[in-house]
Each structure stands twice: as C-alpha cells, then as structure tokens.
C-alpha cells in the first residue's frame, strides 16, 4: 500500500533555518491530510492538519502547503529548533468515505544546534 | 491536556498465548482505534470502533484480532493466539466523533508487544 510515500528517509537542518519536509499521495479521493511528530517510544503527536479545500495551514512555527493538482504536501518549520528533531509522518483519510489514517513511512529530522 | 493512556508500555508473550491491550480513550471522544508499527515499518490501520461496534477494520483484523468497551472508560485489543508476526507497536487513538470526518485522531504512547 504506497498511497502515502515520504520519499526522504532523512533530513538535516542548521539550527534557525527552515525545514522542508515532504509528502506525496496517490489516492486523489483523500481530502483531509495531518502531520505527526513522533519521539521514540511514544506516539505520533498531532501536529498540524489541513483540508482539501484549503492550500494552505499556519500554526506557529509550522505550515502546511497542500498542492491537490500535483498531489504533494509539506511541512515547514521555521525557525528549527533542536527539539524539533523527531520522525515526522503524514497521514491521509478521506478515501471511500473512511475515517482511518493512512501513514508514510516517515521523515527522520535532525536539528543541528 | 486530556491524552490516551495504555497499558502495558510492553508485553512479552508466547507464541500461541492469548494478549488484550488496554488504553484509556479520551474521555468525551466517541470514536477509537487501534493502529500497529512493525519495527521499521509504516503505522498501519487495524480497526474503528464507534457505538458499541466496529465502524471500520483492515484485512490485517482477522478473527484472530477483537475489539471491546468493557466499561466507559476503556478500550482493549485482544488477540486469541499471538503469532511471531504479531510483534509490533500497538497505538491506540481516538477522536472527538462529532461526525465530521476531520476530526484529528489523538495517538497514546502505544503497547510494544514481543511475541517469543
């Protein structure tokens, strides 16, 4: 099932600067889209979400662009933080009118201080 | 902040051996689910349960796999008869089911489960 593909395992950013990560669907019914930020164990926290009707989320530090013709999302942080340094995961619903999530694999980010 | 809670945070079976993984859903949420990680893997669907029954399951959630609300506070995995494939990350969620299907899902800090 590769409906939701995260195609950078890693990314490392300078302390300060912007962080870009990303996020690719297949699955053109999906209207309803989140990042979580997960530690290592413990569970995907909620980051930040956006709808299909939208183009674009802000909270805080971090936005989320949606791109539905080109079927891309991502995630800015700006200004990075060490504390930011997480695995960050995408998720997708909407297919077929379901509720369940359905996840990338993951994008490891590294903050450099 | 209101947040899922589970339990055990690790469980260590025999293949064969029957589990039930416990959480505690968010207290005015009416919508939960389970999700499973398979190390190095992606965070996989097992099953939505909304009203006393299940809404929704994937073809992972077979009959070795059930769901209940013993009581109004807690929701539990059970599976019959663990299997060495059975070893994961068990996340339970749940969200506010105002019956807007963008109600965001809230993850706890999952079981891990080791099938000897």
């Known amino acids: 099932d590769q409906q939701v593909k995260q195609n950078s395992p890693s990314l490392s950013v300078q302390e300060g600067r912007i962080s870009i990560l990303n996020c690719d669907y297949t699955?053109?019914?999906?209207?309803?889209f989140l990042w979580y930020k997960k530690y290592p164990a413990e569970g995907p926290t909620f980051l930040i979400s956006?709808?299909?009707?939208?183009d674009k989320n802000e909270d805080g530090r971090f936005t989320v662009f949606l791109n539905k013709s080109a079927k891309h999302l991502s995630l800015h942080i700006v200004p990075s933080q060490p504390g930011d340094s997480a695995v960050y995961f995408c998720?997708?619903?909407?297919?077929?009118?379901?509720?369940?999530?359905?996840f990338g694999t993951g994008t490891r980010l590294k903050v450099l201080a | 902040e209101p947040e899922v809670t589970q339990t055990p945070s690790h469980q260590v079976t025999q293949m064969g051996q029957e589990v039930i993984l416990r959480c505690v859903p968010i207290?005015?949420?009416?919508?939960f689910y389970w999700y499973r990680q398979i190390l190095g893997q992606k965070v996989e669907f097992l099953v939505s349960?909304?009203?006393?029954?299940?809404?929704?399951k994937s073809e992972i959630f077979d009959d070795q796999f059930s769901v209940e609300r013993p009581d109004g506070s807690n929701f539990t995995l059970k599976i019959r008869s663990t299997k060495l494939e059975d070893s994961a990350m068990y996340f339970c969620?749940?969200?506010?089911?105002?019956?807007?299907?963008?109600?965001?899902?809230?993850f706890g800090p999952g079981t891990r489960l080791t099938v000897l």
């Open positions: 349960f909304y009203n006393n029954e299940i809404s929704e």
């Open positions: 969620a749940s969200s506010e089911g105002s019956g807007v299907r963008t109600d965001t899902q809230y």
């Open positions: 998720a997708a619903s909407g297919a077929s009118g379901t509720y369940k999530y359905i």
């Open positions: 207290s005015n949420h009416l919508y």
């Open positions: 699955n053109s019914m999906f209207d309803y």
């Open positions: 956006i709808s299909s009707i939208k």
